[in-house]
């Protein structure tokens, strides 16, 4: 088969579509023919040589993808050969075919295009087992998502809102902010011009919001404490912004705050397949019902995988990114 090989650590240049063996088939996975694979940011870090794969996983990049079945493993009794479906993957998206835990493999919502039921599992399965399984954001609660205009935010911002809390995004532009305001953010704050920990205390009567989903980390830190309420909870995805920083504990402690982070990619397959059983019996029928879409910015064929890398590290785009084989 062919699949984007990272040829070296470096920039987009390093990504080359090369022949390579397919993958072999475990009892408890199955084999799907790629569709359509999305785009992480974690994808241009593992292409710099920052973020290996999880030891077993493809060495391809690629956290998500959706096609149709054709193999299915001893085990794996769900899926049969023909099934068209989407899946978490700990890697090897970028490619014509590529095995998976059945247990990762999720059905493609009603509605939803083959192709673009490939930009949902890593956003859905982040989201939902970070702001609702941890945090637990609940309806009527007030919810700031950092980045609306990302791939993570353009879903988070969705699925609170059908949720029922209120969100406030931040991004880097009017653009984003107008696409944000679209999806349902109730307040878009242009963090380029505004402040944003004065706009959240502004908007939530000078208390602050209840849950805040941020991938900025330590740069940002200081600011999301300082915005959030009494019992507010912190959940870090990422370190953009950096990811060593100094906490005055004595905040925490006044307003008994929560800090957490985690990621995805290196949960064990056991423990994916909890978050996607979720995602699948909560957030599926949110999807269907047309509640929750799919934000694609652009589609590209899978030798233009330098081209979309280069475009995700302009974050000119809104929303995921796909590669078509
Ligand atoms: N922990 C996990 O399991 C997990 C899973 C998935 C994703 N993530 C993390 O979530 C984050 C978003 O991922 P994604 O794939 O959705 O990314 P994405 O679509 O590429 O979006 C990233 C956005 O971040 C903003 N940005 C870039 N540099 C920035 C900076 N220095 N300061 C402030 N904002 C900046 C940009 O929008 P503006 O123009 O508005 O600045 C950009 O569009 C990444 O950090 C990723 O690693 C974590």
Redesign the pocket.
């Known amino acids: 088969m062919k699949a984007v090989v990272i040829t070296s650590p470096g920039g987009p240049e390093v990504l080359q579509l090369q022949e390579v063996r397919d993958p072999e088939l475990k009892d408890d996975e199955v084999l799907m023919k790629v569709k359509a694979t999305a785009?992480?940011?974690?994808d241009t870090?593992q292409r710099k040589g920052l973020y290996p794969p999880p030891k077993g996983a493809s060495e391809y990049p690629g956290l998500e993808c959706s096609g149709t079945i054709v193999a299915v493993g001893k085990k794996v009794s769900r899926w049969k050969i023909g099934d068209e479906v989407c899946a978490l993957l700990s890697g090897g998206g970028y490619a014509e075919k590529v095995a998976v835990p059945a247990g990762q493999v999720l059905p493609v919502p009603h509605g939803v295009s083959l192709q673009d039921a490939a930009s949902l599992p890593?956003?859905a399965c982040?989201v939902w087992s970070t702001v609702f399984m941890i945090s637990r954001l609940s309806a009527g609660e007030t919810f700031l998502i950092?980045?609306g205009?990302?791939?993570?935010?353009t879903f988070a911002i969705q699925i609170a809102k059908y949720q029922g809390a209120k969100v406030l995004v931040?991004?880097?532009?009017e653009e984003?902010l107008a696409v944000c305001k679209n999806l349902g953010a109730d307040v878009c704050i242009n963090?380029k011009t505004q402040d944003f920990v004065q706009r959240v205390k502004e908007e939530t009567g000078g208390k602050g919001v209840d849950v805040i989903l941020d991938?900025?980390g330590a740069?940002y830190l200081k600011r999301n404490l300082e915005s959030l309420n009494f019992d507010g909870r912190l959940f870090i995805?990422?370190?953009?912004?950096g990811p060593v920083a100094e906490v005055d504990l004595r905040v925490l402690l006044a307003r008994r705050l929560t800090v957490q982070s985690?990621?995805?990619?290196h949960r064990s397959p056991e423990n994916k397949a909890v978050i996607v059983s979720e995602v699948e019996k909560i957030v599926w029928p949110a999807i269907s019902a047309g509640n929750v879409k799919p934000v694609v910015y652009k589609s590209l064929p899978l030798s233009e995988a330098a081209e979309a890398h280069r475009l995700?590290e302009s974050?000119e785009?809104i929303g995921?990114i796909l590669l078509v084989p």
Not at 262 to 265: E, M, P, S
Request: charged share 15%.
């Open positions: 785009l992480n940011r974690a870090i890593e956003v982040t950092h980045g205009s990302s791939g993570i935010g931040t991004a880097g532009s984003k963090y991938y900025l740069s995805i990422g370190t953009m912004g985690a990621g995805l990619r995700m974050s785009h995921k």
